[in-house]
Protein backbone atom coordinates (compact mmCIF):
# COMPACT_ATOMS: atom_id res chain seq x y z
CA UNK A 1 0.00 0.00 0.00
CA UNK A 2 1.22 3.32 -1.00
CA UNK A 3 1.11 5.29 2.55
CA UNK A 4 1.84 9.26 0.59
CA UNK A 5 4.45 11.47 -1.05
CA UNK A 6 7.83 11.38 1.43
CA UNK A 7 10.47 12.46 -0.29
CA UNK A 8 11.88 15.17 -3.34
CA UNK A 9 15.12 13.96 -5.00
CA UNK A 10 17.11 16.62 -6.32
CA UNK A 11 19.85 16.59 -8.54
CA UNK A 12 22.90 18.35 -8.32
CA UNK A 13 26.64 18.78 -10.18
CA UNK A 14 28.27 20.37 -6.83
CA UNK A 15 26.70 19.37 -3.96
CA UNK A 16 28.08 21.59 -1.30
CA UNK A 17 26.85 24.80 -3.81
CA UNK A 18 23.46 22.84 -3.67
CA UNK A 19 23.47 22.43 0.19
CA UNK A 20 23.92 26.09 1.15
CA UNK A 21 21.62 27.22 -1.72
CA UNK A 22 18.76 24.73 -0.01
CA UNK A 23 19.47 26.04 3.25
CA UNK A 24 19.51 28.97 2.55
CA UNK A 25 15.93 28.65 0.88
CA UNK A 26 14.30 26.97 3.23
CA UNK A 27 15.66 28.15 6.14
CA UNK A 28 16.70 25.48 7.92
CA UNK A 29 20.30 22.98 7.98
CA UNK A 30 20.18 19.60 6.80
CA UNK A 31 19.53 16.67 8.94
CA UNK A 32 21.28 14.24 6.99
CA UNK A 33 25.08 15.42 5.71
CA UNK A 34 26.91 12.49 3.88
CA UNK A 35 29.05 12.88 0.39
CA UNK A 36 26.58 10.56 -0.96
CA UNK A 37 22.89 12.48 0.31
CA UNK A 38 22.49 15.74 1.80
CA UNK A 39 18.50 15.84 3.47
CA UNK A 40 16.57 18.27 4.94
CA UNK A 41 13.31 17.91 6.63
CA UNK A 42 10.37 20.03 5.44
CA UNK A 43 7.89 20.43 6.97
CA UNK A 44 7.91 16.91 7.98
CA UNK A 45 8.86 15.95 4.22
CA UNK A 46 12.61 15.16 2.93
CA UNK A 47 14.16 16.77 0.50
CA UNK A 48 17.24 14.79 -0.56
CA UNK A 49 19.77 16.03 -2.55
CA UNK A 50 22.18 13.82 -4.69
CA UNK A 51 25.94 14.56 -6.06
CA UNK A 52 26.94 14.32 -9.80
CA UNK A 53 23.46 14.57 -10.73
CA UNK A 54 22.09 15.71 -13.81
CA UNK A 55 19.61 18.68 -13.54
CA UNK A 56 16.87 19.37 -16.08
CA UNK A 57 13.33 19.86 -17.41
CA UNK A 58 12.50 16.21 -15.57
CA UNK A 59 12.93 18.11 -12.03
CA UNK A 60 12.80 16.75 -8.44
CA UNK A 61 11.92 12.75 -7.86
CA UNK A 62 9.23 12.30 -5.87
CA UNK A 63 9.61 8.93 -3.68
CA UNK A 64 6.23 7.49 -2.30
CA UNK A 65 5.91 5.71 1.02
CA UNK A 66 5.40 2.56 1.93
CA UNK A 67 5.62 0.04 5.36
CA UNK A 68 7.33 -3.11 3.50
CA UNK A 69 9.21 -1.93 0.35
CA UNK A 70 9.41 -5.47 -0.66
CA UNK A 71 5.94 -6.06 -0.42
CA UNK A 72 5.56 -3.24 -2.55
CA UNK A 73 7.67 -3.91 -5.45
CA UNK A 74 5.93 -7.12 -5.86
CA UNK A 75 2.52 -5.94 -5.99
CA UNK A 76 3.63 -3.27 -8.86
CA UNK A 77 5.35 -5.82 -10.74
CA UNK A 78 2.34 -7.83 -10.52
CA UNK A 79 0.25 -4.70 -11.94
CA UNK A 80 2.42 -4.45 -14.90
CA UNK A 81 5.66 -2.70 -13.75
CA UNK A 82 8.61 -3.43 -14.38
CA UNK A 83 11.63 -3.24 -11.73
CA UNK A 84 14.10 -0.81 -12.03
CA UNK A 85 16.32 -0.34 -8.78
CA UNK A 86 16.05 -2.95 -6.09
CA UNK A 87 15.33 -2.26 -2.71
CA UNK A 88 18.73 -0.66 -1.58
CA UNK A 89 19.66 0.18 2.12
CA UNK A 90 20.99 3.18 2.04
CA UNK A 91 21.28 3.55 5.67
CA UNK A 92 19.58 4.24 8.73
CA UNK A 93 16.91 1.39 8.13
CA UNK A 94 15.57 3.29 4.97
CA UNK A 95 15.68 1.75 1.81
CA UNK A 96 14.75 2.74 -1.42
CA UNK A 97 13.49 1.49 -5.06
CA UNK A 98 11.99 2.32 -8.67
CA UNK A 99 9.87 0.00 -10.67
CA UNK A 100 8.50 1.45 -13.72
CA UNK A 101 4.80 1.87 -14.67
CA UNK A 102 3.47 0.35 -17.88
CA UNK A 103 3.51 3.99 -19.58
CA UNK A 104 7.47 4.28 -19.00
CA UNK A 105 7.22 6.68 -16.18
CA UNK A 106 9.36 5.44 -12.87
CA UNK A 107 7.79 4.98 -9.91
CA UNK A 108 10.00 5.71 -6.81
CA UNK A 109 9.66 4.25 -3.58
CA UNK A 110 10.88 4.84 0.51
CA UNK A 111 10.85 2.73 3.30
CA UNK A 112 11.40 5.33 5.92
CA UNK A 113 11.20 4.27 9.57
CA UNK A 114 12.24 7.41 10.65
CA UNK A 115 9.35 9.38 8.88
CA UNK A 116 7.35 10.65 11.62
CA UNK A 117 3.57 12.03 9.98
CA UNK A 118 3.07 14.29 13.06
CA UNK A 119 5.50 16.31 11.80
CA UNK A 120 3.41 17.07 8.69
CA UNK A 121 2.34 20.45 8.58
Not at 24 to 47: C, H, K, R, S
Not at 57 to 62: M, R, S, T, W
Request: aromatic fraction near 12%; glycine fraction near 12%; charged fraction near 15%.
Amino acid sequence: MILGLRTAIVPTPDLAAAKAWYAQAFETQPYFDEPFYVGFNIGGFELGLIPDGQPGEAGAQPYWGVADIHAEIARLIALGATAKQPATDVGGGIFVASVGDPFGNSLHLVQNPHFDPKAVR
